[in-house]
């Protein structure tokens, strides 16, 4: 006399799922984030939109990667941005005063090394190998 009618409306499920339901958003995620380079970055910014997407189906393992990637992402963003703001005032400075080339160049190009093993460095985060 307890079962349940079949016509009667059942709640909705508003707790995470099991730990395996967010493993294909972070697994499309990091195939994204490793296609970046070749697409000129603009497949991360598809692959954050899927973590983000992704992050409030996911428990575990799963989530901790998820995190992992959204964090790499803004990590590497707001360095980039920093990098190409110093390469942009040492470009500016250099035409605006010549004579302070002889520090300028020096300093443009250590920047530009920077920025190069940034990338290189998260392309290697990615892949899983140390560069």
Same mark, same amino acid.
């Given at each position: 006399m307890a079962?349940?009618?079949?016509?009667?409306?059942?709640?909705p499920r508003f707790s995470t799922?099991?730990?395996?339901? $967010?493993?294909p958003a972070a697994l499309i995620a990091w195939g994204l984030y490793i296609l970046s380079l070749p697409s000129a970055n603009l497949l991360v910014i598809v692959g954050l939109i899927v973590a983000y997407a992704g992050r409030s189906g996911s428990d575990g393992l799963s989530r901790a990667h998820i995190d992992a990637q959204i964090g790499l992402f803004w990590s590497v963003f707001w360095w980039t941005i920093l990098?190409?703001? $110093?390469?942009?005032?040492?470009?500016?400075?250099?035409?605006?005063a010549p004579a302070m080339g002889v520090i300028l160049i020096p300093v443009g190009l250590l920047l530009g090394l920077g920025l190069l093993l940034?990338?290189?460095r998260r392309q290697?985060?990615?892949t899983g190998r140390d560069v």
């Amino acid at each position: 006399m307890a079962d349940a009618s079949p016509d009667a409306p059942r709640e909705p499920r508003f707790s995470t799922g099991h730990e395996s339901e $967010g493993r294909p958003a972070a697994l499309i995620a990091w195939g994204l984030y490793i296609l970046s380079l070749p697409s000129a970055n603009l497949l991360v910014i598809v692959g954050l939109i899927v973590a983000y997407a992704g992050r409030s189906g996911s428990d575990g393992l799963s989530r901790a990667h998820i995190d992992a990637q959204i964090g790499l992402f803004w990590s590497v963003f707001w360095w980039t941005i920093l990098l190409w703001i $110093g390469i942009a005032i040492c470009t500016v400075s250099f035409f605006a005063a010549p004579a302070m080339g002889v520090i300028l160049i020096p300093v443009g190009l250590l920047l530009g090394l920077g920025l190069l093993l940034l990338t290189a460095r998260r392309q290697g985060a990615l892949t899983g190998r140390d560069v």
